[in-house]
């Protein structure tokens, strides 16, 4: 299987761990190219919404007929799933995200559901994070003075997405050159960095369940404890 069936593959296996449950529910949608075979799937599922995490993952949903929801109209309420994508996981259920620019709208959503669910394939499974740039969002007045930041906290090589503005109109460095041993710690440490809007860890509110699909077919696990 090329890496694009293995994508799908992962994305078919999310449809059927929330089948049962998705009748008549409102579900959170991440964004990027495992999540748009998720979506594809959806069609026809019996949902009474979607939460996208992203303007492009908000067209996909529109497109298929699904209804869209924002967090406003559930009020205080969670979400049943949040179903996403990683670029990077460890062992540990913690990830990498932000490689299509959608981290702050993913983080919020994730937030509010009761189980994530990470698709992804076995390339994304990592035994520490780093490899993948780590993306932060960014205030763009602030954006030299964080790089500067980042690179004084992390020692890793803050580098500016050009060209590239976040749904929320900001920008985004990736920062490169990263061995991330302490994930919750470094997460809420850039956090706290003025001008910082979210970072691209997802230690805080990781994963709960991996379907992690292989040439061997789907592996799934949950997060460890």
Same mark, same amino acid.
């Given at each position: =299987?090329?890496?694009?069936?293995?994508?799908?593959?992962?994305?078919?296996?999310?449809?059927?761990?929330?089948?049962? %449950?998705?009748?008549?529910?409102?579900?959170?949608?991440?964004?990027?190219?495992?999540?748009n075979?998720?979506?594809? /799937? %959806?069609?026809?599922?019996?949902?009474?919404?979607?939460?996208? *995490?992203?303007?492009?993952?908000?067209?996909?949903?529109?497109?298929?007929?699904?209804?869209?929801?924002?967090?406003?109209?559930?009020?205080?309420? @969670? %979400? !049943?799933?949040?179903?996403?994508?990683?670029?990077?996981?460890?062992?540990?259920? $913690? =990830? +990498?995200?932000?490689?299509?620019?959608?981290?702050t709208?993913?983080?919020?959503?994730? /937030?509010?559901?009761?189980?994530?669910?990470?698709?992804?394939?076995?390339?994304?499974?990592?035994?520490?994070?780093? $490899?993948?740039?780590?993306?932060?969002?960014? +205030? !763009? =007045?602030?954006?030299?003075?964080?790089?500067?930041?980042?690179?004084?906290? @992390?020692?890793?090589? !803050?580098r500016?997405?050009?060209?590239?503005?976040t749904?929320?109109?900001?920008?985004?460095?990736?920062?490169s050159? %990263?061995? +991330?041993?302490? !994930?919750?710690?470094?997460?809420?440490?850039?956090?706290?960095?003025?001008?910082?809007?979210? $970072?691209?860890?997802?230690?805080?509110?990781?994963?709960?369940?991996?379907?992690? /699909? @292989?040439?061997?077919?789907?592996?799934? *696990?949950?997060?460890?404890?």
């Amino acid at each position: =299987m090329n890496q694009d069936e293995l994508k799908k593959a992962a994305a078919l296996a999310a449809l059927e761990e929330i089948r049962t %449950l998705a009748q008549g529910a409102i579900v959170g949608v991440g964004t990027g190219s495992t999540v748009n075979h998720f979506i594809d /799937a %959806l069609a026809g599922c019996g949902l009474r919404g979607a939460v996208p *995490s992203s303007e492009a993952s908000a067209r996909r949903l529109a497109a298929h007929g699904i209804p869209l929801v924002s967090l406003d109209d559930i009020g205080a309420g @969670t %979400l !049943p799933f949040y179903v996403d994508g990683a670029d990077e996981i460890d062992p540990g259920f $913690n =990830m +990498i995200k932000g490689g299509g620019g959608a981290l702050t709208r993913e983080k919020i959503v994730a /937030a509010v559901a009761r189980r994530f669910i990470c698709i992804c394939d076995a390339s994304k499974k990592v035994a520490i994070l780093g $490899n993948f740039p780590l993306p932060v969002e960014v +205030i !763009p =007045m602030a954006r030299v003075q964080v790089g500067h930041e980042i690179a004084r906290l @992390t020692g890793g090589i !803050p580098r500016w997405r050009e060209g590239f503005v976040t749904d929320n109109a900001n920008h985004i460095l990736d920062v490169s050159g %990263l061995a +991330i041993d302490d !994930p919750r710690t470094l997460e809420s440490e850039l956090n706290q960095i003025a001008g910082v809007v979210t $970072n691209g860890l997802f230690a805080r509110r990781g994963a709960d369940v991996l379907l992690l /699909a @292989t040439a061997s077919g789907i592996e799934r *696990s949950a997060r460890p404890g």
